[in-house]
């Protein structure tokens, strides 16, 4: 465990040390953090960085995740969540809690900053395809609801909203939520037709 007191000392720390996951704030002194994700993307590629940010820097979070951040977490985060947050990067999964995701699809939702669909060469699937029941949950996942909360919502089990969102990933050629809602927004599915 290490900490660092600017961009250049956390850059050289992460070169050095070569951590599993990295906590950084958004707003470093002498160099920025989204310059040191950069940077740590090419000078340490296997450690993962976890964003902390303030509501107000909501514009950097598409850009972090264009680099390669793992995760963002809100600076009044409670340790609980931190520690959640730590462990699911270190699995090799995304965090995003459903503010800075909502927050994140947002941004993505602009066509100026959408990236071109699909650049892992899997085809667009057309629209046709779903079922009415998936097309409400992708609303939901776009709004950024949780399995659990989307279960309550639709009077379904979670185990059902689950097969539903397996289904959907399949028929879009997606392999997260981040990507089913950035789809959507791309697609326009995250509106009730």
């Given at each position: 465990m290490a900490e660092a007191a600017d961009g250049i000392e956390a850059i050289d720390k992460c070169v050095s040390l070569d951590p599993d996951v990295v906590l950084m704030d958004v707003k470093l002194p002498k160099v920025d953090g989204l310059t040191v994700l950069r940077s740590v993307q090419t000078r340490a590629p296997r450690s993962k960085v976890i964003l902390f940010a303030s509501g107000e820097h909501k514009d950097d979070f598409v850009e972090a995740m264009k680099l390669g951040c793992c995760g963002i977490l809100l600076k009044d985060s409670?340790?609980?969540?931190?520690?959640?947050?730590?462990?699911?990067?270190?699995?090799?999964?995304?965090?995003?809690?459903s503010t800075t995701t909502a927050a994140v699809i947002r941004q993505f939702a602009s066509p100026t900053e959408f990236p071109a669909a699909h650049a892992n060469g899997k085809p667009n699937?057309?629209?046709?395809?779903?079922?009415?029941r998936e097309r409400e949950i992708i609303i939901l996942i776009s709004q950024g609801y949780k399995n659990k909360e989307i279960a309550e919502k639709m009077f379904i089990t979670e185990q059902t909203v689950k097969n539903h969102l397996h289904n959907v990933f399949d028929k879009l050629g997606v392999s997260d939520r981040l990507e089913l809602a950035?789809?959507?927004i791309h697609n326009s599915l995250h509106v009730k037709p």
């Open positions: 409670a340790t609980s969540l931190i520690e959640k947050s730590i462990v699911k990067v270190h699995a090799g999964e995304i965090w995003l809690d699937r057309e629209r046709a395809q779903l079922s009415q950035l789809y959507a």
